[in-house]
């Protein structure tokens, strides 16, 4: 998938967490900032869908609502994008 075609990170997150507390800019950031986290941690090849599906059990992004949010984030886009893709997307902004 071409880094054109990936949604804009901010844009996506932004989407998720409408009329939620995680939409104010403080925690927003925060988010990001721990997305961003997670995916350096994770493998470059992981897909959306398991990154979602790790999330599930994960213990090191505190909180279920904020590790909610954070799945939702990844299940915002196509099941095949990549950490990486993800990543770069994220870096180039």
Known sequence: M???EIPVPNDVLTEVVEGTIFAQ???HRAL???IREFLRSSPSSA???HLAFVLQHETHVAGDN???VIREFFE???EDTTAGEIL????AL
Do not use: G, K, N, V
Not at 88 to 91: L, P, V, Y
């Open 47 to 49: 897909t959306a869908s």
């Open 2 to 4: 071409s880094i054109l």
């Open 66 to 68: 904020r590790r909610q």
């Open 25 to 27: 800019p403080e925690r």
């Open 76 to 78: 915002s886009y196509p």
């Open 88 to 91: 770069t997307q994220m870096e």
């Open 32 to 34: 990001l900032r721990d």
